[in-house]
């Protein structure tokens, strides 16, 4: 046995994933080169796989074999190209075993996070497959002269659509992204991160399993210094995921070739607890918002805020859970969060929290790694009396970690909550659904959910998911989320011939101008008074 099959058959209990289907998607990745990036469990940090390490010259292939294979999938009706992505929802349904195994060996994560994320799959695709049609249809609008001109609107594809996803999400990311995207009428090239490529091209073989035309779905691999700028200069929208720092040079490099980007970025999101909150349902929520997927997700909260008069009960509530939680890297149930994905983020997060204790900050919970279960896992840890000039307080840590802070009362959580450059997520504990809606209506964030840590928002596919300052641009989801792969365009058209005063109409120009001045003020008066 290979280390390869050593690793699958130490994690691999369901026997769904082998060394040869792994082998198989590597392949799909069309390249004139033979260099090639490993691939690591993060559960063993052992051997997982290979993938083939792109050049620009394979990129711009990709992308040139993406545009003509575009022209096709263009002409097909919406109602034809959503039929599609309903028979790829359905197989991701079916092969769910392979993807969630797939999701475990190349992430790390929880089986039940995993979970989490493969039901995004089907959410999305029925969202989009329903509003599609009325998305991509054609509009009136008002003439400029009612009677005598008209105006259209048509939304067409803007073409070629490159994905950047991350790895913590791979799966539903790229799906969030892609299928919009395809619906519109574009094809899509997916730059996936060479952590975590594998469940890319399984989403890339399943859709031509689906019916997708060759070409439609294009995924490209490599080191993203390489892959990324190349992708960005021969698309025509770039959809990001991914830092705030790699973000500006995202948007930086669409904005020099006029291409439209769509940007989810950092965030250090907070959490606040008011004096009405249910203490048990605050802490036992509170767990999931902090801490699935070990902390690496962008909506997870960092900085939990909790009005002074129930701190005491809903730290010693919310700590004593956070240590009831089970750290695990099986392809089971049982485990409540799984590793941290490889040694950079565990150092990272190792160091967050020793500069937060040497600034004065005590540990309540967790703070230590487990090599016992694996190489990258640490423990949920809750920290208190954290600097809030701290690292940890000012700066995303992606990990599971969390910081407590009593405040006087509700007005200083707001301002606390909104002290941040950053407005990606934000979550709202109270006994009052309307005065939670009230206070997330002053809390500075692209998404505020009330009574949840994020599923409440993430999950309601017909709203726009993004950020504000620093997390972000554009908006995935909702109708927001295919706009941004549609171009408008007018079309006017005059019924009574060439409109404006003619050549040669000498004075009597001006009495036609003053006709239509007068008609102009009129008719603004009478808006007026029906008012």
């Known amino acids: 046995m290979d280390q390869r099959s050593a690793t699958l058959a130490w994690t691999n209990a369901t026997n769904a994933v082998s060394p040869a289907q792994l082998d198989a998607l590597s392949e799909r990745v069309a390249t004139a080169g033979t260099e090639t990036i490993d691939v690591s469990a993060p559960a063993m940090d052992e051997p997982l796989g290979s993938i083939p390490a792109?050049?620009?010259?394979?990129?711009?292939?990709?992308?040139?074999?993406?545009?003509?294979?575009?022209?096709a999938w263009t002409t097909r009706s919406v109602a034809?190209?959503?039929a599609v992505i309903d028979r790829f929802a359905d197989l991701v349904l079916e092969r769910r075993t392979m993807l969630?195994?797939?999701?475990?060996?190349?992430?790390?994560?929880?089986?039940?996070?995993?979970?989490?994320?493969?039901?995004?799959?089907?959410?999305?695709?029925?969202?989009?497959?329903?509003?599609?049609?009325?998305?991509?249809?054609?509009?009136?609008?008002r003439g400029a002269l009612p009677g005598a001109t008209s105006a259209r609107v048509s939304y067409d594809p803007v073409g070629v659509v490159g994905l950047i996803s991350p790895w913590n999400y791979p799966l539903a990311l790229a799906v969030a992204d892609a299928i919009p995207a395809l619906i519109a009428g574009n094809a899509v090239v997916l730059k996936p991160d060479e952590k975590t490529?594998?469940?890319?091209?399984?989403?890339?073989?399943?859709f031509a399993e689906a019916g997708g035309p060759k070409g439609v779905f294009e995924v490209v691999t490599g080191e993203g210094d390489v892959v990324g700028p190349a992708l960005i200069d021969h698309i025509d929208h770039i959809a990001f995921t991914g830092s705030t720092e790699t973000g500006r040079a995202v948007a930086e490099r669409a904005g020099h070739n006029l291409i439209d980007c769509s940007l989810e970025l950092g965030g250090n999101n907070p959490l606040v607890v008011l004096d009405d909150a249910d203490v048990e349902t605050a802490?036992?929520?509170?767990?999931?918002?902090?801490?699935?997927?070990?902390?690496?997700?962008?909506?997870?909260?960092?900085?939990?805020?909790?009005?002074?008069?129930?701190?005491?009960?809903?730290?010693?509530?919310?700590?004593?859970?956070?240590?009831?939680?089970?750290?695990?890297?099986?392809?089971?149930?049982?485990?409540?969060?799984?590793?941290?994905?490889?040694?950079?983020?565990l150092n990272r997060v190792e160091d967050h929290v020793a500069e937060a204790i040497e600034t004065g900050a005590t540990v309540l919970a967790g703070g230590q790694r487990r090599p016992d279960v694996g190489p990258f896992c640490y423990e949920p840890t809750v920290l208190a009396d954290v600097d809030p000039d701290a690292t940890v307080a000012?700066?995303?840590?992606?990990?599971?970690?969390?910081?407590?802070?009593?405040?006087?009362?509700?007005?200083?959580?707001?301002?606390?909550?909104?002290?941040?450059?950053?407005?990606?997520?934000?979550?709202?504990?109270?006994?009052?659904?309307?005065?939670?809606?009230?206070?997330?209506?002053?809390i500075e964030s692209g998404t505020v959910c009330?009574?949840?840590?994020?599923?409440?928002?993430?999950?309601?596919?017909?709203?726009?998911?993004?950020?504000?300052?620093?997390?972000?641009?554009?908006?995935?989801?909702?109708?927001?989320?295919?706009?941004?792969?549609?171009?408008?365009?007018?079309?006017?058209?005059?019924?009574v011939g060439p409109l404006g005063v003619p050549s040669g109409?000498?004075?009597?120009?001006?009495?036609?101008?003053?006709?239509?001045?007068?008609?102009l003020g009129a008719g603004r008066r009478l808006r007026q008074w029906v008012r």
Not at 314 to 327: C, I, K, N, P, W
Not at 486 to 494: A, K, M, V
């Open 283 to 345: 802490a036992r929520g509170v767990l999931q918002a902090c801490f699935s997927n070990a902390g690496q997700l962008c909506l997870a909260a960092e900085r939990i805020y909790v009005d002074e008069s129930l701190y005491e009960p809903f730290r010693d509530a919310f700590v004593d859970a956070t240590r009831g939680l089970t750290v695990g890297t099986d392809l089971d149930y049982e485990s409540d969060v799984g590793s941290l994905i490889d040694g950079a983020q």
């Open 54 to 71: 792109c050049s620009e010259a394979d990129v711009e292939g990709a992308v040139r074999r993406a545009r003509q294979a575009r022209s």
């Open 80 to 82: 034809d190209r959503a």
């Open 197 to 206: 490529p594998f469940v890319a091209l399984a989403l890339a073989t399943l």
């Open 394 to 442: 000012c700066e995303e840590t992606f990990g599971p970690v969390v910081s407590l802070t009593p405040v006087p009362d509700e007005a200083a959580a707001i301002e606390a909550a909104n002290d941040s450059p950053y407005g990606l997520n934000a979550s709202v504990w109270t006994g009052s659904r309307d005065r939670g809606r009230r206070v997330a209506d002053r």
């Open 505 to 519: 109409a000498g004075s009597a120009s001006k009495w036609l101008f003053e006709g239509m001045f007068r008609a």
């Open 100 to 141: 969630l195994d797939l999701l475990q060996l190349e992430t790390g994560k929880a089986r039940r996070t995993a979970a989490e994320e493969l039901l995004d799959v089907p959410l999305n695709c029925s969202y989009y497959r329903s509003i599609g049609p009325e998305a991509v249809a054609s509009e009136k609008r």
């Open 450 to 495: 009330v009574n949840d840590g994020y599923i409440a928002g993430w999950a309601a596919v017909d709203g726009p998911m993004g950020g504000v300052g620093d997390s972000g641009l554009g908006r995935r989801h909702g109708p927001e989320g295919i706009a941004r792969y549609l171009e408008p365009r007018l079309i006017g058209t005059s019924r």
